[in-house]
């Protein structure tokens, strides 16, 4: 059965109108990488509207087993394109609202 690596976090206030360009970034690198992530079963990100924190991002990452989600996120976060995203990102993203968690189907339908 898959796993999902789930990160949940908030933009930073200050950096909310450079999300929407350094998402595009990200869309068009993976687009044009299809080999890279090819590991990846799934990837989708949710913004939660309402609730207790509002603007609430949550990407998950799905891929078959723990084994492979070690693998491919060292092979795709080895690539030094991806690495320069990354970074960007986090300096967008409030340090105390990030978390990453690793869950398990136990009913899908």
Do not use: C
């Not at 999300?19 to 992530?37: C, H, M, V, Y």
């Not at 070690?70 to 978390?99: N, W």
């Amino acid at each position: 059965m898959s796993v999902l690596v789930v990160e949940t976090y908030v933009v930073k206030a200050e950096k909310v109108d450079e999300f929407d360009p350094a998402l595009k970034e990200f869309l068009q690198f993976k687009g044009s990488n299809p080999r890279l992530f090819a590991g990846v079963r799934s990837w989708s990100l949710h913004r939660q509207e309402y609730g207790s924190v509002a603007g609430l991002y949550a990407e998950t990452w799905e891929f078959d087993d723990l084994g492979a989600m070690e693998k491919e996120t060292a092979r795709v976060f080895a690539d030094e394109k991806m690495r320069a995203i990354q970074r960007g990102f986090h300096q967008l993203v409030d340090p105390a609202t990030f978390s990453a968690s690793i869950w398990r189907p136990i009913v899908t339908r």
